[in-house]
């Protein structure tokens, strides 16, 4: 993989803070859990040419618990909103 510029660092950062909350409100469990999906990286990050997951990627995310997962999510999605940042996501 080649180096990541600032942007990408910052999304990355990003993710992480999203998982430091949920290890504050999910107890462990939820936390350990998302830590796998480090392996992941390569495929949020925008502007990456690793388009589809590998099977390592995919075993993460089929490993973590449905509550754990949808609770983060919904997490992420608010984050914006919540530090009055207008995003508009499209094609």
């Known amino acids: 993989m080649a180096a990541m ?4 660092i910052n999304q ?3 993710v992480l803070l999203v998982l430091a909350l949920v ?3 999910y107890g462990q469990t939820c936390p350990n859990q998302l ?3 480090n392996v992941c990286a390569p495929f949020v990050v925008p502007g990456s ?3 589809m997951p590998n099977s390592d990627c995919c075993g ?7 509550d754990c997962l ?5 997490v992420a999605t608010r984050l914006p909103t919540q530090c009055n940042l207008p995003v508009t ?3």
């Open 12 to 14: 990355a950062t990003l």
């Open 35 to 37: 830590a796998n999906l």
């Open 60 to 66: 993460a995310i089929q490993s973590i618990d449905r």
């Open 89 to 91: 996501c499209g094609n």
């Open 23 to 25: 290890v504050g409100t």
């Open 5 to 8: 510029d600032g942007s990408k």
């Open 70 to 74: 949808c609770n983060t999510i919904q």
């Open 49 to 51: 040419t690793d388009l």
